[in-house]
């Protein structure tokens, strides 16, 4: 056996624990609850599935999943986008200082984080208590839809400012001065150069704040106790609730949450082929 062959064999052997922990703990619960799914009170079938969108209930926890994800991670984004902005102008220490915190409240989430928007948002916070004493806001419900995406569009922003930083590396300053040499402005560098090379880190981002709004589960339990009506509440309900257990239901919503990800994960794709071509 030559060098390389056995430079080969080595590689997959120092591969095999991460295999081992990947197939462990990544495709067999997959696997589990993909078969369960298909688990019905009458045999196997697709009853569960049936069950989940012929009913208004879960429908409902559907729409507020994937609506609290898409205006968070939207709103999330935009602003990452401009923060990430600035941060390519401003010194050094406190550019530094800004990625330091934006990594640290990235991981600031569940009970914590809600603790501290009930005393910040909640009907009696003291944010609340000052807006409306100035009168800049009537009433305002922390625990409704547009509260929760208040919420979680705070724990979007430090991860979409991590991941979106590293992506204005690819932006030259040559670029600019050129363009401004051509008489193109700034709104025609953006248009025609600058946006079109952020555009697949910009997807990408948009995909994994997607993914990470609708996979939240511990921070919006801990603000509404488990009374606002998305998937992630259902499942872990009819897993670990205190009315009524359905494990093979709660696999066909998880299963439905794969596939919500998969659909966002081939729309993305194909919107990133149509910017590279569009770019060329």
């Known amino acids: 056996m030559n060098s390389a062959n056995r430079g080969k064999w080595l590689a997959l052997l120092c591969l095999l624990p991460f295999a081992l922990f990947f197939i462990a703990f990544q495709i067999a619960p997959l696997a589990w609850v993909a078969i369960h799914s298909l688990n019905t009170p009458d045999g196997w079938g697709l009853g569960n599935f049936a069950k989940a969108f012929s009913s208004k209930f879960y429908l ?11 205006w968070s991670s939207l709103f999330g984004i935009v602003i990452a ?4 902005y600035s941060l390519r102008q401003v ?11 934006s990594n640290m409240t990235s991981n600031f989430a569940g009970v914590p984080l809600a603790f501290a928007f009930i005393i910040l948002l909640g009907f009696n916070g003291t944010l609340t208590i000052l807006l409306k004493q ?3 806001i009537e009433d305002f419900n ?4 547009t509260g929760l995406i208040v919420l979680y569009t705070y724990f979007q922003i430090p991860l979409g400012v991590l991941l979106l930083y ?3 590396d690819a932006l030259r300053e040559d670029w600019r001065e050129s363009a401004e040499l051509l008489g193109a402005g700034t709104w025609q560098y953006w248009r025609h150069i600058g946006l079109p090379v952020l555009t697949p880190a910009l997807l990408g981002t948009f995909v994994i704040l997607l ?3 609708l996979g939240a589960y511990a921070t919006v339990y801990a603000l509404t106790t488990g009374n606002f009506n998305v998937l992630t509440i259902r499942v872990a309900a009819m897993v670990a609730g205190d009315i009524a257990l359905n494990p093979n239901l709660a696999s066909a919503l998880a299963m439905i949450l794969v596939g919500l990800m998969a659909l966002i994960t081939v729309v993305h794709q194909w919107l990133l082929k ?3 071509h569009v770019a060329r």
């Open 60 to 70: 409902q926890a559907m729409k507020h999943s994937l609506q609290i994800a898409f």
């Open 81 to 84: 986008v401009l923060g990430s």
């Open 91 to 101: 010194d050094s220490k406190l550019r530094d200082f800004v990625m330091a915190f």
């Open 134 to 136: 100035s009168g800049l």
């Open 142 to 145: 922390l625990y409704s839809k």
């Open 166 to 168: 590293p992506a204005f």
């Open 211 to 213: 993914a990470n709004a």
């Open 274 to 276: 149509r910017s590279y």
